[in-house]
């Protein structure tokens, strides 16, 4: 479960406000939640605060019963895999060591100089191939295809096996089967009971993939609710 108790960031002075203003929403386990918005609205600034990368200026979020400290950041951390806006993968690594790279955020940088553990490697081996990438796993993540590089970013999101899964624009430069395969993998996910986050600009695949949807506006939820119908709810910021 995730909850933020009416959180602010920062004040921002190009803003002129915070660019979190004031978010308090739950999401139960096993929800698959669509996070809508126009550009700027703070998508990505709340994903990042909901794994501890945006200060808070006020108010708490709780992950899972826990509340979100720097003393429970790193057990916080370990439940959430993020996908990035962008897919935040290393272009000069391998496939492979992409996805071990999901790692580091459990293993201390003493013990990271020694290289992963067998264990790990056997893992993303696993994922990469569950994902149709096996024969990728040597490749330099530059060398690979949009579609193939988002499913890099979604094995190295699931090293930790995580209960929570964050997606910030997952199909985003993605062509039409690409992105379907992607909608297969997250729907796969989600049979699986993951709790899950996307944030979204395509509103057909808002309703079609997800039950309910959170709009934000400046930084403050303006909707939430049903994902059907989700045009209409979004005609109001246009
Ligand atoms: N590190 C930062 N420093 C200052 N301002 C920031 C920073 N990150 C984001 N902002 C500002 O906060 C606001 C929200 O940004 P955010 O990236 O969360 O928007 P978004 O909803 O994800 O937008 P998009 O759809 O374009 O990805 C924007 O006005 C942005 O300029
Ligand atoms: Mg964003």
New binding site residues.
């Given amino acids: 479960m995730i909850e933020c108790h009416d959180i602010y960031s920062n004040y921002?002075t190009?803003?002129s406000r915070p660019?979190l203003n004031g978010i308090t929403l739950k999401i139960n386990q096993g929800e698959c939640v669509a996070l809508l918005?126009?550009?700027?609205?703070?998508?990505?600034?709340?994903l990042k605060a909901m794994v501890g990368l945006l200060p808070l200026q006020k108010g708490e979020i709780y992950i899972n019963n826990l509340v979100m400290t720097q003393k429970t950041l790193n057990r916080v951390r370990r439940q959430i895999g993020m996908i990035w806006?962008g897919g935040g993968l290393i272009p000069q690594l391998s496939a492979l060591d992409n996805v071990l790279c999901g790692k580091l955020g459990t293993v201390s940088s003493w013990s990271s100089l020694w290289g992963f553990s067998a264990n790990d490697r056997i893992t993303a081996q696993s994922l990469l191939r569950q994902l149709g990438l096996e024969q990728h796993e040597k490749q330099k993540v530059s060398k690979l295809s949009g579609g193939q590089q988002q499913r890099v970013a979604i094995a190295r999101a699931l090293m930790e096996s995580p209960k929570i899964l964050f997606a910030d624009?997952p199909t985003s430069g993605l062509d039409l089967v690409a992105t379907q395969q992607m909608m297969n993998i997250i729907t796969d996910l989600r049979k699986q009971g993951m709790t899950i986050v996307l944030?979204l600009?395509d509103l057909a695949m808002a309703s079609e993939y997800t039950d309910r949807s959170i709009i934000?506006d400046k930084g403050r939820v303006i909707y939430d609710g049903k994902s059907e119908n989700i045009q209409h709810q979004f005609a109001h910021l246009c």
């Fill in positions: 921002n190009s803003l660019i918005g126009l550009n700027g609205a703070g998508k990505s600034s709340l806006q624009e944030v600009h934000l």
